[in-house]
């Protein structure tokens, strides 16, 4: 579990994070949305340790960020698995290779056993044929998937995702969530994930953080979205027409019961 609390972060004397706390669970899909410029991304480069909050508390599992020092730091490191936007495979690699480049930094297994653990990575995500490949030789959905393989090479306690769909088409994309999602209940992982994809929100959206900005605006699950009352949220979830009228359904059909 990954809790921060009370989270405030300026930059040139303007708030860009104004208190936020929140809980993000193990097992689960923890979503953080919002506008551009809302404060999300900077959000997590706070979770993370990219950036120093002003004030407010950043714990995993009770242990306090802001309190560790560089050893305890480096072990939270190697138990963080990091999914980029744009993949972010090394081009001189295999795809094997890029997997095994977290091993070969971080394990003290065998040469042997890391293949191994490559390998069982590439076949978890459906690429097990795709290893003596490179980057440029494969799709942009094989190479996410193979961006995911890399990020839990390590086993990881946490796994962060930033903007997944970014570039997929909407089958792909949906592909790529539905991964995301069992990966994180295989191994009980805390998943957070950085979207502005709306077709995530109600896919995997087991626990949704709402920043507007920078202040936390609203929190719940994806069955929560379709009957909040919340204006901004409903502002933002809604702004196409295929969710208002999802919506709208969800209505109709909750006075039916009545």
Request: with cysteine; aromatic share 6%.
């Amino acid at each position: 579990m990954v809790e921060v609390k009370n989270i405030i972060k300026s930059f040139d004397g303007r708030v860009v994070l104004n208190d936020i706390s929140a809980v993000f669970e193990d097992g689960k899909t923890n979503l953080i949305i919002g506008r551009s410029g809302s404060g999300k991304t900077v959000l997590v480069k706070n979770i993370i340790g990219l950036i120093k909050p002003d004030s407010g508390e950043i714990l995993y599992d009770g242990r306090d960020l802001m309190k560790m020092n560089k050893h305890e730091l480096n072990v939270l490191r190697r138990e963080m698995g990091m999914l980029f936007q744009g993949s972010a495979l090394f081009d001189s690699m295999t795809v094997l290779e890029n997997v095994m480049f977290p091993l070969d930094m971080f394990s003290k297994d065998s040469v042997r056993d890391r293949k191994k653990r490559a390998e069982f990575c590439l076949e978890r995500v459906n690429l097990s044929e795709a290893g003596h490949l490179y980057p440029s030789e494969i799709s942009g959905g094989m190479m996410k998937r193979a961006a995911i393989a890399r990020a839990i090479s390590l086993n990881p306690k946490y796994l962060f995702c930033d903007e997944p769909n970014s570039g997929l088409d909407p089958k792909t994309s949906l592909i790529i969530d539905d991964l995301i999602h069992s990966i994180t209940k295989d191994f009980n992982m805390t998943t957070i994930i950085n979207t502005h994809d709306m077709n995530s929100v109600m896919n995997i959206g087991e626990n949704i953080i709402f920043i507007k900005e920078g202040v936390k605006e609203w929190q719940g699950t994806k069955e929560e979205v379709i009957t909040s009352d919340n204006k901004a949220l409903n502002d933002f979830i809604f702004a196409s027409d295929l969710f208002r009228k999802v919506k709208e359904v969800e209505q109709e059909e909750a006075l039916e019961k009545k």
